[in-house]
């Protein structure tokens, strides 16, 4: 399937989800199903650089933070600009500001990016553990950052007043929310998968395996680190615009809180690294029971479940879902065909 | 003669207080069979990480095809037509044999075109080249279903799919049988007589001597002989690194 049919299709099968679940009218199906759908950008957007490239980001939270604190400055912006600026200047300000959701996005996406880029810059001379360490450092560094940043509230949080209802579309303003996830979700996967399959792909799998050869069969690797690092802190930034106005009330530890770091390692590892499904299947699955276990249990035990299913498929299934069920068909095809295997034709 | 195709003029470098290289100069012609011998210990990895950019040298140059070399990353000296393959193999464990080949064809034959590859190109290219190294069976297998000498013909299938002017082989042979090591003997005069200048990196003397029409030895960093294999491995200063006073 070419890139734009699988973006049709996907798309088709997202807009099929957002119908079925307004045929429950249970506004809480798209609370959960939100947070579910944030979890596969997030996860997907980790996996960009940590499945397909092999370096391990613990800071996923800083850039998901970066998002909704981008969107926690445009809706500061007029009020700032009414105290502090001329009235012409400060009318402009107040009726470009906030920005609708997916312009929010963008600038997320953007502002995440460009720390991505940053970042990137500054700590792809390191390896393994060591890179890993600097993630999580950023993490500490921007969480202090934003606790004594005044303007979006410090570490009091900020309210971001969510409106009711979207009047265009007429729905409801948690079903808008929950739309405008399922289209970044299909945005994000259809990048995914585009980069699997192209050149970007094939250079992100030789700097997993090997970088010195990678670069000996010229790749040029820190040039596509830095693309790997970008977006996937752009999907993650993205992924975080939406948030306040999903929650109303953002505070930094909310922000930059452990589950997003936690989540978005876990469910590629549960789900599988190398493809793009991986991510989904990891996300959907456990932020679904995720879900289930914080209504019927309580909050702490999810993050519990998420410990407990890591370490058992670390030990059981290293390579996920995904990889399990490859390594049950592929055995299954060389049980049946006998060796050699199929000579690729010329 | 003809401008040399590799030109290494004063070529030094020190990890810490340790002169690895010191003060190298040696100029390869263009088709010419290299072979650089020399203890363990005596530089010639690093020479060959010198050469290829995996290390920077700290005093002298490198010129490769009549261009400075020096500030160059790796990838880059790859695009430029200098190919390497490494002492220990270093497969993509990830992707199977023909995708090794993939991707020098991706990145670095690429570039040289301007135009992308088809499918079919891609395809028929890999195949060639794994015909070349005879691993065509294998072509959809991975790394770690192949045999150690599999391995090292992949290695250098993956040097050789970059369409490089020179060829650096690092220790292409070690650990393999007798028969296994004619194999890759023959295999590299054969990539030679296709025009590729090759430069060989290794301990087997038996593979050395019926390989090279020019031997170079490195002992402690230093060039102490070259010239005809025949002269070079009669000349006492040789000797005694070899086998001691």
Known sequence: MRTWQFFLVSLAVALAVFFAARLYQNDYLFFAGYVVLQFIVLATAWNILGGYCGYVNFGSAAFFAIGAYTTVVMTKLPAFANRNLPPEIASFVGSITPPPIPVLIVLGGLVAGLVGLGTGYLTLRLRGVFFAIATLALAVVLQTLIVNWDFVGGSRGAYVIRPATVAWLGIGYIEYLFLVMLVLVVVSLTTARAIERSRLGYGFATIRDDELAAEASGVPTLRLKLVATTLSGAFMGMAGAPFPYYIGFLEPSSAFGLAYAVNAIAMPMIGGTTSWVGPLVGAVLLGTLQQLATVTISSAVSLLIVGLLLVFFVIIAPNGIIGWFQYFSSRKSTDLKEQPAPVKSS | ?245
């Open chain 2, 1 to 245: 003669m003809t401008e040399p195709l590799l030109k290494i003029t004063n070529v030094g470098k020190r990890f810490g207080g340790f002169v690895a290289l010191d003060g190298i100069n040696l100029d390869v012609a263009p088709g010419e069979r290299l072979g650089l011998i020399g203890p363990n210990g005596s530089g010639k990895s690093t020479l060959v990480n010198c050469m290829s950019g995996t290390l920077h040298n700290d005093t002298g140059t490198v010129t490769f095809d009549g261009k400075p070399m020096n500030g160059l990353q790796a990838h880059e000296r790859t695009h430029m037509g200098l190919a390497r393959s490494f002492q220990l193999p270093r497969p993509f464990h990830s992707l199977t044999v023909a995708e090794n080949l993939r991707v020098p064809l991706l990145y670095t034959v690429r570039i040289r075109r301007d135009v992308p590859h088809t499918k079919d190109e891609m395809d028929h290219r890999c195949h060639e080249v794994l015909s070349l190294v005879s691993l065509q069976h294998k072509a959809n297998r991975l790394p770690k279903d192949l045999t150690q000498v599999e391995m090292r013909k992949l290695e250098l299938a993956r040097a050789m799919a970059a369409d490089p002017k020179l060829l650096i082989a690092d220790e292409a042979m070690a650990g393999l049988s007798g028969s296994e090591v004619k194999d890759i003997v023959a295999l590299l005069i054969r990539l030679n007589e296709r025009g590729i200048t090759i430069i060989l990196i290794e301990h087997i003397m038996a593979a050395v001597m019926s390989f090279s029409q020019r031997l170079v030895v490195l002992v402690s960093g230093k060039m102490i002989a070259e010239g005809d294999p025949q002269d070079v491995i009669r000349d006492p200063e040789v000797e005694k690194a070899y086998l001691g006073q």
